[in-house]
C-alpha cells in the first residue's frame, strides 16, 4: 500500500507552495548550504507526497536527454522511462560532475567548480538529516575498493562522483561497495544513492554500456519494489556540456503515475521531494525548490 504524507495545516500547505518555486539552473555560488536551523525535521511534510519504504537513486554521468529517453543506444532505459514517470525539463546546476553530485547530497555546491579531490565538508547533508530522524542512507559505488574508502581513485571509482564520503557527519558504514548492495531488497535502507563505475556510468564507454548495466541490475529492484511501496530514481549528474545542461530523470514505482510531466526539475528539486518525503527540513537551495509534483498516482496535481 501508497503511504502518503498529510498537511498538518493549510498555513503549512501555503508555506510549502511558497517555497515551492523551481529553483535556477546555474551553481548557487558560494560555500557551505545555509539552512535555517541544523535540525533534522521540519515538522510539517507536503500534503499528498508519498513515503516509500525505500528509494534508490540511481546517478549516470554525463548525456543529454536525448541520448537517453528515445536514444537508439539506450533501449532499456526508454523502456524504463515509459513504465514511469519521465521529466522532459530536468537539468543538472552546473559543470562539471562532482558540485553536481554535492548539490543533490547536500543542497549546496559548496563552493567547488571542479573535479579535485579530496573535498571535505563538516555538513549536515541528507544522509545525516535522515539518520538524526531515525531513517537510514547508504552509498554505494561501484569498484569502491573497501568499506569507508577514503581514496580519489581505485579502479573504475572516482571519489568526485561520490559526494557521502566528502562530509565528516557520514560514518564510515554509509560509504558501501555496490557488492555490499543486499540482494534482499528489504534490507535496504530508507534511502540508498548508487553509482556504477566511470564506464558503467555512461562516462568513459557511452550510453550503450550503460544502458547494458542498467538491464543488467535494475528489474529486479523494479519487479520488488512494485509489491513492496518502493520507488526508483534514475537520473543524471549533468549532460555532456551543454549551457541547457538537459538531463533524463525517470521515476518507476507503484506510487508514480506513468507519463511525461513539463515541471522543470534539477538535483535540488530531487533533494526537495527526498527530504519532503520524511519530513526532513530543506537543505540550502532545496528549500527554494518544489518537490516533484504531476507525477503522483491518486494524488492531488
Not at 564510515?172 to 528489504?186: G, H, I, K, R, V
Request: glycine fraction near 10%; include cysteine; charge should be negative.
Amino acid at each position: 500500500m501508497v503511504r502518503r504524507r498529510d498537511a498538518a495545516a493549510g498555513l503549512a500547505v501555503l508555506v510549502a507552495v511558497a517555497a515551492g518555486c523551481s529553483s535556477a539552473p546555474e551553481s548557487d555560488g558560494g560555500g557551505p548550504s545555509p539552512s535555517s536551523s541544523s535540525d533534522a525535521t521540519a515538522g510539517v511534510a507536503t500534503a499528498g507526497l508519498p513515503v516509500p519504504d525505500h528509494v534508490m537513486v540511481v546517478i549516470f554521468e554525463n548525456e543529454d536527454a536525448g541520448n537517453i529517453v528515445g536514444g537508439p543506444d539506450a533501449p532499456f532505459l526508454t523502456s524504463l522511462a515509459g513504465s514511469g514517470a519521465t521529466f522532459g525539463d530536468a537539468h543538472g546546476v552546473t559543470h562539471p560532475s562532482q558540485p553536481n553530485y554535492l548539490a543533490l547530497f547536500s543542497g549546496s555546491t559548496q563552493g567547488v567548480t571542479d573535479d579535485s579531490c579530496p573535498q571535505t565538508f563538516p555538513g549536515p547533508d541528507l544522509a545525516s538529516q535522515l539518520r538524526q530522524s531515525g531513517e537510514t542512507f547508504t552509498g554505494y559505488s561501484e569498484d569502491l575498493p573497501a568499506v569507508g574508502f577514503t581514496g580519489c581513485r581505485a579502479g573504475g571509482y572516482a571519489r568526485k562522483h561520490n559526494p557521502w564520503v566528502d562530509f565528516r557527519d557520514v560514518p564510515e558504514a554509509a560509504n558501501q561497495p555496490y557488492s555490499a548492495l543486499p540482494a534482499d531488497f528489504s534490507a535496504l535502507p530508507t534511502v540508498s544513492f548508487v553509482v556504477p563505475n566511470l564506464c558503467d556510468d555512461m562516462h568513459d564507454c557511452g550510453v550503450a554500456a550503460g544502458d547494458r548495466w542498467a538491464q543488467q541490475h535494475l528489474p529486479a529492484y523494479v519487479t520488488w519494489a512494485d509489491g513492496h511501496n518502493s520507488l526508483l530514481v534514475v537520473t543524471f549528474d549533468e549532460d555532456n556540456g551543454s549551457s541547457a545542461n538537459h538531463i533524463a530523470t525517470i521515476l518507476v514505482g507503484p506510487m508514480v503515475a506513468p507519463g511525461t510531466s513539463d515541471q522543470r526539475v534539477d538535483h535540488y528539486n530531487l533533494l526537495r521531494t527526498l527530504e519532503d518525503m520524511y519530513g526532513l527540513r530543506p537543505l540550502g537551495r532545496a528549500a527554494d525548490a518544489a518537490p516533484f509534483a504531476g507525477v503522483w498516482a491518486d494524488a492531488p496535481n
